[in-house]
């Protein structure tokens, strides 16, 4: 609602009350509730009759979040559209507002845990349980960011709505992701963002690899990838690695049956890599001696060179 009316301000667009209950497909009881709703966080402001848009800072917005003035949800929900549009208008928050922003608003709270057990229970149909609420203590207690714990639970959630329960408890997967996300180091959603960029950049590198051998999606063993990635790094993109690649498959030097192995092309590109350094240095070697200084060199280290020598004194 505030997004409409902002832009509406903005753009000088006159717009009615139904327009804006057109647009965004609610009713007028949705509509008035809305309104009294950003008056609340201070998003508006009511002058008799009329309603003043305001623009709020990062600062202001946590000292609202600060005061419990927001429900959870809609504290996520704020804070990630109105960091997005500063971030559209060029306006990046200045470093008091995130500090601010980077405080301890989304560490966990006892009653925050509470809302999340709650939510894991009947949005990912999890049976309730001892063994369940030990899981729930052992989760909370690793993880302590609540957009951290709410990327948990819609991932939990995309796996049973495409895998189903299949008898087993579903907390069981929720479990090994804690405990991969704890082994990777993973505190915050920002270290979860920051590992999946790198990862989707590696499987980048993996699926051009896959190409060149003729191989199917994601049919690397784990021990492949990790020769992959040590080839990633030496290399400044998939599209380059794909070419060396290709250069080792129809270099003919492959005498094994079938097609090359991703062993052999890793001996390949090491012999190529040698082979590079090694005519580097020597084109690094410019200085040559002529004959002349070669003989006369010669002829001083030799006792003839020597007998000369006495000879002549």
């Known amino acids: 609602m505030w997004i409409n009316l902002y832009h509406a301000v903005v753009n000088g667009h006159s717009f009615t009350e139904s327009d804006i209950q057109q647009q965004m497909n609610i009713t007028q009881r ?13 998003l508006l402001l009511k002058d008799n009759r009329e309603f003043i848009i ?14 419990n003035a927001f429900a959870y949800e ?16 060029g306006q990046a928050p ?25 939510r ?7 049976r309730p349980s001892r063994q369940l609420r030990d899981r729930f203590d052992d989760w909370f207690s690793q993880i302590q960011d609540q957009r951290l714990l709410e990327e948990l639970l819609e991932r939990t959630k995309h796996k049973i709505d495409m895998d189903g329960i299949k008898g087993g408890c579903p907390s069981r997967y929720t479990d090994k992701i804690v405990s991969q996300w704890v082994t990777q180091g993973i505190k915050s959603y920002e270290d979860l963002l920051r590992l999946d960029k790198e990862f989707q950049a590696r499987c980048q590198f993996h699926r051009a690899v896959e190409k060149e051998l003729g ?20 290399v400044e993109s998939p599209a380059q690695l794909a070419s060396l690649v290709r250069e080792a498959i129809l ?10 192995t991703l062993g052999f092309i890793d001996d390949w590109l090491e012999g190529k890599n040698r082979k590079t350094q090694g005519e580097t240095r020597k ?8 004959i002349s200084d070669l003989e006369k060199l010669v002829q001083r280290k030799t006792m003839k060179g020597l007998e000369d020598e006495v000879n002549e004194g």
């Open 215 to 234: 191989r199917g999606y994601n049919t690397l063993t784990p021990a492949e990838k990790e020769v992959i990635d040590k080839w990633a790094a030496q």
């Open 74 to 89: 809609q504290e996520r929900r704020f804070v990630t559209l109105l960091e997005t549009f500063h971030l559209k208008r």
């Open 251 to 260: 270099s003919g030097d492959y005498q094994g049956k079938g097609a090359p």
């Open 30 to 42: 949705s509509f008035k509730l809305a309104l009294n709703t950003l008056v609340k966080y201070g």
């Open 283 to 290: 084109k690094g070697f410019t200085h040559e001696h002529k």
């Open 120 to 126: 894991f229970i009947t949005e990912c149909n999890f």
């Open 54 to 67: 305001i623009l709020p800072t990062m600062a202001d917005l946590q000292e609202k979040i600060n005061s």
């Open 94 to 118: 200045s470093q008091v507002e995130v500090a601010a922003a980077n405080s301890d608003a989304n560490q966990l709270t006892p009653q925050v845990a509470d809302e999340f057990a709650t």
